[in-house]
């Protein structure tokens, strides 16, 4: 089983279509939306974590290729900017996966990037904008 | 024979800080050597205790005097980097408020707010040399003819700015939790509905007001870190309220007393003086204060000695009762416990974290004792204590 971060980019003959359905339903892929902004009609983009194995992550891909949708990796998505973060902890009971942690010795918070789904919980709500989001 | 017990003077602990033979330790050091050793001895081997706190503080702000100006010009209306400044002083006298949107706030308009710059990061930009574009209007008179003003302005080339918060430090405050069903967004953060997390704000056994409790050392003229500079205790804050239930150590068991204070503005350092914007709710400043506790008794160094076991605070309903004004206590939560990470509350293990950085609040209680023990910082005798309520009437 593998997991892939990635951003897809929906062209506008697609926004329509139950694209996400079809991964689930025919590719037997776990799709978890990250964040998703779609305007009807014209074009979308979902960040989305895809977990399947090599063959059904293949096929998925092909399939979402063939329907037009860019495929692009996420990398570098949250930046935890360390000379500006007081370690206040304001976000770590709204990251849902526990990248954003605080060392309960320390009182260092410090952000796991492998743990990180991108889901900018902590990104408005950091006081000091000592997280940012980045997408590549 | 039975040792005299400890009496030291401010003076005393001074001639020791100019011999270089002053011991220093931070509140956080201190309960540990309370504990093993006891009050009395303590008192005899520890001159001071540090304490130290960084967090949001609302009600902080600076004043300004932008003149002089040509020609002369008697300011009604001004703003600092498009944020509106306090006009209704002399000529060019402004008090820049922490909490002040900028003018195109959007504000809570489109729910929960961003708040990106405020009043509390005007004073930031300015500490960090920053140049801030000064906006001032005024109806003219015949002494101060001019009527606009728009200019650039660096905190050095002001003539006077002066950090003077009307509340800091609280002694104690509230855990809050959220019991709808709804994500609010409050001065206390980001709390979850359901009850999804606990969030305090405090340093704890590091908090000043928490090592002095009954105010028996500060008050007016007390001479403290502040904002990485040297600042005062000019007074009791707004809201000074000693008339609190007390646990035996003398330590409220919810918001009592608090501190105004005052410093330079010129002198300070932008990392300890941060804009703040918290979401939904506004902007604010990040203030870092140090206040050193002289140990003049084995009473003083009992209270300096109390550590996170022994300090309480009371779990409060931000979703209702709180914004009815009705705030009551859900229950009473020590330090220790709210540390841990997690407080156990109507059955469930709610996750707990301080808004306050435990981190800089420990940097600022070393920094402290550092420039005392380098004979850089001498303590002051309040020339009035701060007011100590019905426990300074017994």
Same mark, same amino acid.
């Given at each position: 089983m593998n997991t892939k971060k990635v951003v897809l980019s929906f062209p506008p003959s697609t926004v329509e279509d139950p694209i996400i359905y079809h991964l689930i339903m025919d590719y037997g892929l776990m799709v978890n939306i990250l964040r998703a902004s779609i305007d009807a009609g014209k074009q979308g983009r979902v960040v989305a974590e895809l977990k399947g194995d090599d063959n059904q992550l293949k096929n998925g891909a092909n399939f979402l290729e063939s329907k037009g949708v860019e495929i692009e990796p996420l990398t570098?998505?949250?930046?935890?900017i360390e000379e500006k /973060?007081? @370690?206040?902890?304001?976000?770590v009971p709204l990251c849902p996966t526990g990248?954003?942690?605080?060392?309960?010795?320390?009182w260092v918070v410090s952000h796991d990037a492998d743990k990180c789904?991108? /889901?900018? @919980?902590c990104v408005d709500v950091c006081p000091y904008r000592a997280v940012t989001a980045h997408f590549q | 024979m039975a040792k005299k017990k400890v009496s030291k003077t401010i003076d005393d602990i001074n001639q020791r800080i100019r011999e270089g033979k002053v011991v220093v330790v931070t509140a956080d050091e201190m309960a540990g050597i309370v504990h093993a050793k006891g009050p009395e001895q303590a008192a005899r081997e520890i001159d001071v205790v540090t304490t130290g706190t960084f967090a949001p503080m609302c009600s902080s702000g600076a004043f300004i005097n932008f003149g002089p100006v040509q020609p002369a010009i008697k300011a009604s209306s001004v703003s600092l980097n498009g944020v509106p400044a306090y006009a209704?002083?002399?000529?060019v006298d402004i008090y820049i408020g922490a909490t002040e949107p900028a003018e195109d706030d959007p504000l809570n308009g489109v729910h929960?707010?961003?708040?990106?710059?405020g009043g509390g990061h005007v004073i930031h930009d300015l500490v960090a040399g920053k140049k801030v574009e000064l906006r001032a209007t005024a109806y003219g008179?015949?002494?101060?003819?001019?009527r606009s003003l728009k200019k650039r302005v660096a905190l050095q080339e002001l003539s006077s700015a002066t950090l003077l918060n009307?509340?800091?430090?609280?002694q104690n405050y509230n855990c809050a939790v959220n019991l709808t069903s709804k994500t609010i967004y409050t001065y206390m953060g980001v709390l979850k509905p359901n009850c999804g997390n606990a969030n305090y704000s405090t340093a704890g056994q590091l908090s000043p007001l928490l090592n002095d409790p009954l105010y028996m050392t500060l008050g007016l003229g007390s001479r403290i870190f502040l904002g990485g500079a040297v600042g005062y205790i000019i007074g009791p804050g707004t809201q000074?309220?000693?008339?609190v239930a007390r646990a035996d150590n003398g330590t409220p068991l919810s918001p009592a007393g608090t501190l105004m204070v005052m410093g330079n503005?010129?002198?300070?350092n932008p990392k300890w003086v941060a804009g703040v914007s918290m979401l939904g709710y506004g902007c604010s400043l990040a203030v870092g204060v140090g206040v050193p506790i002289p140990v003049l008794n084995a009473d003083i160094a009992r209270f300096t000695g109390v550590s996170d076991e022994e300090l309480f605070t009371q779990i409060i309903d931000y979703g209702s009762d709180y914004p009815k004004g009705?705030?009551?206590?859900l229950g009473t939560v020590s330090y220790a416990q709210l540390k841990s990470g997690t407080v156990p509350f109507n059955g469930q293990d709610v996750p707990s974290v301080p808004l306050s950085s435990y981190v800089r609040a420990l940097e600022i209680a070393d920094l402290l004792k550092e420039w005392i023990e380098k004979g850089q910082f001498l303590l002051t005798q309040p020339v009035e204590t701060l007011p100590a309520g019905k426990m300074g009437m017994a």
């Amino acid at each position: 089983m593998n997991t892939k971060k990635v951003v897809l980019s929906f062209p506008p003959s697609t926004v329509e279509d139950p694209i996400i359905y079809h991964l689930i339903m025919d590719y037997g892929l776990m799709v978890n939306i990250l964040r998703a902004s779609i305007d009807a009609g014209k074009q979308g983009r979902v960040v989305a974590e895809l977990k399947g194995d090599d063959n059904q992550l293949k096929n998925g891909a092909n399939f979402l290729e063939s329907k037009g949708v860019e495929i692009e990796p996420l990398t570098e998505e949250i930046r935890h900017i360390e000379e500006k /973060c007081t @370690s206040c902890t304001s976000c770590v009971p709204l990251c849902p996966t526990g990248a954003l942690n605080v060392d309960r010795e320390t009182w260092v918070v410090s952000h796991d990037a492998d743990k990180c789904v991108v /889901c900018l @919980s902590c990104v408005d709500v950091c006081p000091y904008r000592a997280v940012t989001a980045h997408f590549q | 024979m039975a040792k005299k017990k400890v009496s030291k003077t401010i003076d005393d602990i001074n001639q020791r800080i100019r011999e270089g033979k002053v011991v220093v330790v931070t509140a956080d050091e201190m309960a540990g050597i309370v504990h093993a050793k006891g009050p009395e001895q303590a008192a005899r081997e520890i001159d001071v205790v540090t304490t130290g706190t960084f967090a949001p503080m609302c009600s902080s702000g600076a004043f300004i005097n932008f003149g002089p100006v040509q020609p002369a010009i008697k300011a009604s209306s001004v703003s600092l980097n498009g944020v509106p400044a306090y006009a209704g002083l002399a000529a060019v006298d402004i008090y820049i408020g922490a909490t002040e949107p900028a003018e195109d706030d959007p504000l809570n308009g489109v729910h929960p707010g961003q708040f990106k710059y405020g009043g509390g990061h005007v004073i930031h930009d300015l500490v960090a040399g920053k140049k801030v574009e000064l906006r001032a209007t005024a109806y003219g008179t015949d002494c101060y003819p001019n009527r606009s003003l728009k200019k650039r302005v660096a905190l050095q080339e002001l003539s006077s700015a002066t950090l003077l918060n009307p509340r800091n430090a609280y002694q104690n405050y509230n855990c809050a939790v959220n019991l709808t069903s709804k994500t609010i967004y409050t001065y206390m953060g980001v709390l979850k509905p359901n009850c999804g997390n606990a969030n305090y704000s405090t340093a704890g056994q590091l908090s000043p007001l928490l090592n002095d409790p009954l105010y028996m050392t500060l008050g007016l003229g007390s001479r403290i870190f502040l904002g990485g500079a040297v600042g005062y205790i000019i007074g009791p804050g707004t809201q000074h309220n000693p008339d609190v239930a007390r646990a035996d150590n003398g330590t409220p068991l919810s918001p009592a007393g608090t501190l105004m204070v005052m410093g330079n503005l010129k002198d300070m350092n932008p990392k300890w003086v941060a804009g703040v914007s918290m979401l939904g709710y506004g902007c604010s400043l990040a203030v870092g204060v140090g206040v050193p506790i002289p140990v003049l008794n084995a009473d003083i160094a009992r209270f300096t000695g109390v550590s996170d076991e022994e300090l309480f605070t009371q779990i409060i309903d931000y979703g209702s009762d709180y914004p009815k004004g009705e705030a009551v206590s859900l229950g009473t939560v020590s330090y220790a416990q709210l540390k841990s990470g997690t407080v156990p509350f109507n059955g469930q293990d709610v996750p707990s974290v301080p808004l306050s950085s435990y981190v800089r609040a420990l940097e600022i209680a070393d920094l402290l004792k550092e420039w005392i023990e380098k004979g850089q910082f001498l303590l002051t005798q309040p020339v009035e204590t701060l007011p100590a309520g019905k426990m300074g009437m017994a």
